[in-house]
């Protein structure tokens, strides 16, 4: 049997739309005449007023969309089960759009999130936005805004993110002082703001320790791969490069080094130590078991959730939403690869 | 500034919504002037028509709901990076619900999405999942249903899924074709059809080549993970069970029975060899790398949604849609490990 609508009830009765909404939720400005022949309409015919009426009435469409840059990516996922976790107990819905790093994408995707009348949006800004202005658009809505993952400079509206500097820090700080002095950093992309900072923490770390800067070690990862981590320590072998640990700006990449050590039977951790960043499930699983920084995914999505929930609350008893930057704690977590 | 809405139009002119939205889509029932002053309105406020309005003239809602059982599991993940995808291109946007294998949940979620209206719904039914009434009622409705991953015995609606029971023999062959005689199999819990299924093809491979079914070699993974693995086989290595290969429900397992090979210093694949089931990112970074069944997630994924797409048409042209069974080639990944 077909849904029926407010609007075949309309046409049943010969009323406007209008008159059954306001009838079926007891406007004052429908007579009780009419509200009695809708409601025992609706008892016959056993409407159940759908979420379209339910959003006329109270505002809010008790949905949220999340823009993700990637899919079937173990920090995003995380990220998803924290987000999807939470709005399922307070019984919102949510949309997953991906934007494949994309900046059209993420900005159609955006606008037709904004249309369905999503309550907030949930962004991991990708990697190829240059520009954000449709960012600025949502912030010009009514819908609330959560940043997170990447640190951006957008001042109106509250991000959820970790505090990659200091992170990628501890981890180097860790290589030193398990001995480590040729420390090569496979770092990502130029332009993404974490990938930056964990190069910076990087460099700090060297600094802070009295390590010389050498910018022939590092090794950039456009896609953040295992054979990118592969094809770099494949490199460093055949150019006799000396280094004696890697940090890797993820997990991927640092698992696609050792697998190129491993081969050449080269030993981890004693000829070279291997530190990765994110503790995806895998870091735990392979043999040695790699260290890594943990940057908890499901925290992040819960704790987004849980902004967006709060400032919602702040604008519905009309007080001033302070926007915040919060950050989620990073852990080192030292397995057998150190 | 706050989205208009085609009310506050309503309220501006002083005229109904269906009005204001009848005159937008040039309805003939709505006089020329009406139309007139609606348009100019509308353009003078920038008033962009929202999704509701969308819905209300197509009777589409352009959303479809994904409900699956876990999230954060390579697989699953695999399968909504397929309809995301597939999804985009038709400019459908995607609600993702995750009944976390509850009956219970699975049910509630699929209520809530039938009252979003959305056209269709994909569904990976929960382990826990006893009775299908809940279901039954999405094909009662006009929302479309696509079943995937785990194959039903509902009749009024497509599935795609892949021949567990074939592919699970290809697996046990392959052991078999190898010289392997002491077959152990790491099966899923007693309910899941995948899981019956895969212990069928076990079982049906080891009948094919006159080997003996021996019911103390079959250890169960209720959570499929790779703790599970490890446990069961130390308990094969405590108790002195004889094996020379391990068939695993799927590659979690098959990872930590060869973790804790590798710790007892058990060479793989020369004393035993291990296959998963799945073909996960892990299986192939580890070392040694694993065999495994590919059980194309991805292409499941696009399947489905186009499976939902052709039956969407088919309705439009009121033609009687045919269910049918999708099934999707799995294949041997032959790798270290065997």
Redesign the interface.
């Given at each position: 049997?077909?849904?029926l609508t407010l609007?075949d009830i309309?046409k049943a009765l010969d009323i406007?739309?209008?008159t059954v909404s306001k009838a079926l939720q007891n406007y004052p400005d429908v007579s009780p005449k009419t509200k009695k022949r809708v409601k025992e309409y609706a008892e016959k015919v056993n409407f159940?007023p759908?979420?379209?009426a339910a959003?006329?009435r109270t505002h809010e469409s008790k949905?949220v969309?999340i823009v993700i840059p990637r899919?079937?990516?173990?920090f995003f996922?995380?990220i998803?089960?924290g987000i999807?976790?939470e709005a399922?107990k307070h019984?919102y819905?949510?949309?997953?759009?991906?934007s494949d790093e994309s900046y059209e994408?993420e900005k159609i995707q955006i606008e037709?999130?904004?249309?369905?009348?999503v309550d907030g949006i949930f962004l991991s800004i990708a990697d190829k936005t240059h520009d954000l202005g449709h960012i600025q658009n949502i912030i010009?809505?009514?819908t609330s805004l959560v940043i997170f993952d990447k640190y951006s400079k957008l001042t109106a509206c509250s991000s959820v993110v970790i505090d990659d500097q200091k992170a990628a820090y501890t981890a180097v700080e860790h290589l030193i002082k398990k001995g480590k002095t040729k420390i090569a950093h496979f770092r990502g992309p130029l332009l993404p703001q974490n990938s930056i900072d964990r190069f910076l923490g990087y460099r700090k770390a060297l600094d802070d320790y009295g390590l010389e800067y050498d910018k022939d070690l590092v090794f950039i990862c456009d896609d953040i791969n295992?054979t990118e981590g592969y094809n770099h320590m494949q490199t460093i072998l055949d150019e006799k490069i000396e280094i004696d640990a890697i940090f890797a700006v993820a997990d991927l990449p640092a698992?696609?080094a050792m697998?190129c050590l491993?081969e050449n039977n080269i030993k981890i951790p004693e000829e070279v130590s291997v530190i990765g960043f994110s503790n995806w499930?895998?870091s735990s699983?392979?043999?040695p078991s790699l260290s890594t920084i943990d940057q908890p995914g499901?925290l992040m999505g819960r704790k987004a959730f849980q902004v967006f929930m709060n400032e919602r609350e702040m604008k519905k008893k009309k007080k001033k939403v302070e926007f915040k930057k919060y950050e989620i704690e990073t852990t080192l977590i030292e397995r057998d690869s150190t």
């Open positions: 049997m077909k849904n609007k309309a406007s739309v209008t159940k759908n979420s379209f959003y006329l949905t969309g899919l079937n990516h173990y996922s995380s998803l089960r999807i976790t399922e019984e819905m949510t949309f997953i759009l991906c994408l037709r999130l904004i249309n369905k009348n010009d809505k009514e295992d698992v696609g697998n491993l499930l895998i699983l392979i043999t499901e």
